[in-house]
């Protein structure tokens, strides 16, 4: 297992465009969840699924933002009509439903909304 | 809701100096703590966690961290650091009693190894 796949790593777009993000999590993992990072901010909690199940979602999550986990493998993160503040690294992570052994980052997909 | 606060934005330190960077979280009830890495451009990784029984945790790379009940804090340590170190370093809190809440990040503490 390779760990976390995240893909893109980078994607610049203009005002106003759709973008959509995957995340590959480790497949023994059946939780999955999305966290966005500012500059100079701490990972900020966004939305997480157990399984295909999407469990909790932040008020960070405006209506322009939909996840899916459609299989209970794989994710998707998008956004709709972006903003230059929707400019961000978004990170996903994978954990066993047991928190205490923590998340498995991805890298992250670095936003650049211009 | 949990928080937490790192008191240090920024933290210089020469190399093979000791560090500590500050961690302290808002609630007394039953936790699990975690210290994550961060170097550029990439994800976190773990560094160590606290879930229960001794205070004094060991980690990767060197660093420990203690847990204090009484001080809800969660400090994280090096001896003597290397230029490696030099990364984001992030203390997060997960409420052990709610279903395993989703982790809560503090902002962060770049610490800067000068040779």
């Known amino acids: 297992d390779t760990g976390v796949s995240q893909n893109p790593r980078h994607k610049i777009t203009k005002r106003g465009q759709n973008v959509t993000f995957r995340c590959d999590p480790i497949s023994e993992h059946n939780r999955l969840y999305w966290y966005r990072q500012t500059l100079g901010q701490g990972p900020e909690f966004l939305t997480y699924?157990?399984?295909?199940?999407?469990?909790?979602k932040s008020r960070l999550l405006s209506d322009r933002f939909s996840a899916e986990r459609p299989k209970g493998s794989f994710s998707t993160l998008e956004i709709q009509r972006t903003e230059q503040g929707d400019s961000a690294m978004y990170l996903c992570?994978?954990?066993?439903?047991?928190?205490?052994?923590?998340?498995?980052f991805g890298s992250g997909t670095r936003l650049t909304v211009v | 809701a949990q928080s937490v606060t790192q008191l240090d934005s920024q933290v210089p330190v020469f190399e093979e100096a000791p560090v500590e960077l500050r961690c302290n979280y808002s609630s007394s009830v039953s936790v699990y703590l975690f210290w994550y890495v961060q170097y550029p451009n990439q994800g976190l990784q773990l560094l160590l966690k606290?879930?229960?029984?001794?205070?004094l945790v060991k980690g990767i790379n060197g660093f420990e961290a203690e847990f204090n009940k009484s001080q809800t804090s969660f400090h994280l340590r090096k001896p003597s650091v290397h230029i490696s170190d030099t990364a984001e370093y992030f203390c997060?809190?997960?409420?052990?009693?709610?279903?395993?809440?989703?982790?809560?990040f503090g902002k962060g503490t770049r610490l800067s190894v000068i040779a």
């Open positions: 699924f157990q399984n295909e199940a999407q469990l909790e």
């Open positions: 992570a994978s954990s066993v439903q047991q928190g205490e052994y923590g998340y498995t």
């Open positions: 606290y879930l229960s029984g001794s205070t």
């Open positions: 997060a809190v997960s409420d052990r009693n709610s279903g395993n809440t989703p982790l809560v």
